[in-house]
């Protein structure tokens, strides 16, 4: 027998959806008693926006910014001081390679064609939009730091630009058995793959 659930859609991508995405995520956490959820937070401003609305749960959240270099430079997209404030609020941060790019971007970059990760990247952007790309990606990076199970279901959020507009159920797997990766349920997500006029 089905079950029904809500999900919530947005006609838009980026910031603008963050905090109707964090409520979802959180209360869909607190409604299956799950422990463990990965955010995407290049500044932790969408960590800590989770994390006030995780309130009470048990739920322990990892934060995932953007590594050094991923714009140019040394540094990772979040600050020190930013770092320890959500390490002081027992968010665990994770700054490492992203595993839907990593060396294959280079690659790309310096002798074009397309790589077998990009595909996957790709594919997983025709469900609205960079997000769910990154959800996956997250907690495929969260599960290869051992700071997420594999044997369990998680929540994951990502976005599209800044902020958050996607929110899903998986069940993680580690990146050298990607393919055991289930999306379970879709919690939040864009309609469309780009912003409406683009």
């Known amino acids: 027998m089905g079950q029904v659930r809500e999900i919530l859609y947005f006609d838009g991508h980026g910031c603008a959806n ?7 995520a959180a209360r869909r956490c607190r409604e299956l008693g799950i422990e ?4 995407a937070s290049d500044t932790g401003a969408t960590a800590l926006a989770l994390w006030h609305e995780l309130g009470e749960t048990n739920a322990r959240l990892v934060a995932v910014p953007e590594h050094a270099g991923y714009d140019g430079g040394d540094q990772p ?7 320890k404030d959500l390490e002081d609020k027992g968010i665990a941060v994770l700054v490492c390679a992203h595993v839907l790019s990593g060396v294959e971007r ?15 990247a790709h594919t997983l952007r025709l469900f609205g939009g960079s997000g769910l ?3 996956v ?33 998986l069940k993680a797997a580690h990146m050298n ?6 999306i379970r ?7 469309q793959r780009k912003e409406p006029g683009a």
């Open 177 to 182: 058995n990607f393919f055991d990766l289930e």
């Open 106 to 120: 280079s690659i790309t970059k310096k002798f074009h064609g397309v790589s077998r990760v990009e595909i996957i």
């Open 18 to 24: 963050t905090a109707e995405t964090v409520q979802a």
């Open 137 to 169: 990606e997250v907690a495929v990076m969260a599960a290869d730091a051992g700071l997420v199970p594999t044997d369990r279901d998680i929540i994951a959020v990502g976005g599209s630009e800044s902020g958050a507009d996607t929110a899903v159920v």
């Open 185 to 191: 349920e879709i919690i939040a997500k864009p309609r």
């Open 133 to 135: 790309k990154v959800a």
């Open 36 to 39: 463990h959820v990965v955010v």
């Open 77 to 83: 997209s979040i600050s020190p001081e930013q770092r």
